[in-house]
């Protein structure tokens, strides 16, 4: 992996994760913060790359700059998500539990979601949840950065006259 | 192949991508009885939307899969594509300075994040339509941007099928 890829990843990957535990700034998130998330990587990437010998800014930059994007704030989301549950009093299973419940109008809730529940309430962690909750950011914020990132190439290449 | 052929074919996969994605959020309206595809895409659209049904357009008492935001998101893009496929309104976009391009960008996301904020801090709760139009004109202006992106992968197809031995 080039590291001229990897530092504007980690920047918006982080920036994306941060935002993502902001309360009311948080909804815009996958369709606001995440696409120009993945437009900033791609600016980055250019702006660091731009002046060397046979650099080509290709559409394919804005698939592994979403990729990278996702997977770090992924990663950054589960950390901050379980700090978060485990120094608060807050149960978000239970809170998800009574929303399904309330308004997605399912009844049954599956067992797996009843025990994240009952761990959370005793050991103010839960495994399932902080995989569960990297594998969800990870493929969201990959296809909305991705977006992001075909957007950003295609303004680069209009702003800057880039063929 | 001719890059105009690759440029069409992209469009219209990403065209398609897109109908089957809206269309398939219907599904609890026209198949309120099969139960696999309705957990499956539950669980399938609730990756990027809330789903909270009072939120969400339906019919007779049932909820489409997806809330009346995001709809209007997926249809904006839909109609922008559509609209900048006219090679007029494509051009007369395609004209103007990148600055006025961005100034039309922010001004049809703000009523957008204007809409998320308030609603969020509890100042205002807009309804299902509000939240549609919002959402419907957010995205009208970046489809260009999106089929620009397309043109310019069917370029690269294009030239490394062609010239890159």
Not at chain 1, 50 to 64: C, K, N, P, V, Y
Not at chain 1, 75 to 80: E, H, Q, T
Not at chain 1, 102 to 127: C, G, H, W
Not at chain 2, 7 to 12: A, Q, R, S, V
């Amino acid at each position: 992996m080039q590291s001229k890829r990897l530092l504007p990843a980690l920047v918006c990957g982080f920036g994306v994760a941060v935002i993502s535990i902001i309360p009311i700034i948080q909804a815009m998130n996958c369709c606001v913060f995440t696409p120009l998330a993945g437009g900033l990587g791609v600016y980055l990437v250019f702006k660091q790359s731009h002046g060397d010998e046979g650099f080509r800014l290709q559409t394919s930059e804005a698939m592994i700059m979403g990729l990278l994007i996702g997977l770090i704030s992924g990663v950054f989301d589960a950390v901050f998500q379980s700090i978060i549950i485990a120094v608060s009093k807050t149960n978000p299973v239970d809170d998800a539990i009574f929303i399904i419940k309330e308004y997605v109008q399912i009844t049954d809730i599956p067992n797996i979601i009843l025990d994240m529940a009952k761990e959370i309430e005793e050991k103010r962690f839960s495994l399932v949840l902080t995989i569960s909750i990297f594998f969800t950011n990870f493929i969201v914020n990959t296809i909305f950065a991705a977006i992001g990132g075909l957007i950003g190439i295609s303004m680069i290449k209009r702003r800057f006259n880039v063929n | 192949m001719i890059e105009e052929k690759i440029n069409f074919y992209l469009n219209l996969f990403f065209f398609l991508l897109l109908g089957l994605w809206i269309i398939f959020s219907f599904a609890p309206i026209i198949l309120p009885y099969d139960i696999i595809s309705l957990l499956s895409s539950k669980y399938l659209y609730g990756l990027t939307c809330h789903q909270i049904s009072e939120r969400c357009f339906g019919f007779d008492g049932i909820s489409m899969l997806i809330c009346s935001r995001c709809f209007g998101i997926y249809i904006g893009l839909i109609a922008g594509i559509v609209l900048f496929s006219f090679s007029k309104i494509r051009s007369r976009f395609d004209g103007l300075m990148f600055s006025s391009q961005l100034i039309i960008l922010i001004l049809f996301a703000a009523p957008f994040c204007f809409d998320i904020i308030l609603s969020k801090s509890a100042m205002y709760n807009s309804g299902n339509a509000i939240r549609f139009v919002t959402g419907f004109f957010l995205t009208i202006p970046f489809s260009f941007f999106i089929k620009s992106s397309l043109t310019n992968l069917s370029k690269e197809i294009y030239y490394k099928t062609n010239y890159a031995k």
